[in-house]
C-alpha cells in the first residue's frame, strides 16, 4: 500500500520570503510524485510531478521539487512567494503496483502575508 | 477527520453498460467534487456542487452526470458506458471551519470499459 504524509497543516510565511512544504511518502516500488494546487472555490490544478530522470521538478508559478529516494521525500520550495501563492497544496503519489491510482496527503494550506 | 466513501474501487464493464459511480461523506460538508484522471496522471474537474440539488459542472467536458439530492452523498452516473470513459475517477469533499477550507479525498474508482 502507498501513503503520503504533509507533515505541516498550515505554514505562514511572510511575502518575498522562501518557503518549503514538506512531503514524504511510503511505498514498496518505484513511485510517480505530484504536487497540486487549489486556490480558494477552484479545482485543483497540477504544479508539476516527477516520473523519471532528474531529481530536481521544476513546475509552473516558481515552483520546484526534489525527489529523495532515500528519504522517500518530495518536498515543495520557492524562493520567494507572493500573495497570490496563498492556496492549499496537495501532494500525491501513485505506482504502477496501484494501477497508477493517485493518493493524496492532507494538504498544507500556504498563508502568504504583506 | 472526514471520511469519504467509493464505491466501487475496481470497475470492469462492457460498453453501452449504464453505471454509477458512489461517493458518500460522513461529515455534513456541503462543497462536494468529481475529478477525473487523464493517461498523464493530471486531474480535471469534471462536477462540483454547493449543497442539496446545486450541481455544476467543471473544467472538462464530461459525459457524465451527477446528482445531490442529498448532503452525505454524490453519484455520478455514465447512462452509456464507452472505453474512452476508462480512467480514474476521484471524489473530494470540503470542510469550511473559521472560513478556512480544507479538503478531504475519496480513495477513486478505476473503471475500465471494454
Known amino acids: 500500500a502507498q501513503s503520503v504524509t504533509q507533515l505541516d497543516s498550515q505554514v505562514p510565511v511572510f511575502e518575498e520570503a522562501p518557503v518549503e512544504l514538506r512531503c514524504n511518502y511510503s511505498s514498496s516500488v518505484s513511485v510517480y510524485l505530484f504536487w497540486y494546487v487549489q486556490y480558494p472555490n477552484q479545482g485543483l490544478q497540477l504544479l508539476l510531478k516527477?516520473?523519471?530522470?532528474?531529481?530536481l521538478v521544476k513546475g509552473i508559478n516558481g515552483f520546484e521539487a526534489e525527489f529523495n529516494k532515500s528519504q522517500t521525500s518530495f518536498h515543495l520550495r520557492k524562493p520567494s512567494v507572493h500573495i497570490s501563492d496563498t492556496a492549499e497544496y496537495f501532494c500525491a503519489v501513485s505506482s504502477n503496483n496501484a494501477g497508477n491510482m493517485l493518493t493524496f496527503g492532507g494538504g498544507t494550506r500556504l498563508m502568504v502575508k504583506p | 477527520e472526514a471520511d469519504i466513501y467509493q464505491t466501487p474501487r475496481y470497475l470492469v464493464i462492457g460498453t453501452g453498460k449504464k453505471i454509477t459511480l458512489e461517493c458518500s461523506q460522513t461529515m455534513g460538508h456541503d462543497k462536494m467534487y468529481w475529478y477525473q484522471q487523464d493517461p498523464g496522471m493530471e486531474l480535471h474537474l469534471i462536477h462540483y456542487s454547493y449543497g442539496v440539488n446545486s450541481t455544476e459542472k467543471g473544467d472538462l467536458s464530461s459525459e457524465s452526470t451527477v446528482s445531490r439530492i442529498r448532503t452525505e452523498h454524490f453519484p455520478l452516473t455514465l447512462e452509456s458506458a464507452r472505453p474512452s470513459h476508462t480512467s480514474q475517477y476521484l471524489c473530494?469533499?470540503?470542510?469550511?471551519?473559521?472560513?478556512?477550507?480544507?479538503?478531504?479525498f475519496g480513495p477513486g474508482t478505476r473503471l475500465l470499459v471494454l
Open positions: 473530494a469533499s470540503r470542510r469550511v471551519t473559521s472560513g478556512q477550507e480544507t479538503q478531504y
Open positions: 516527477y516520473l523519471s530522470g532528474s531529481t
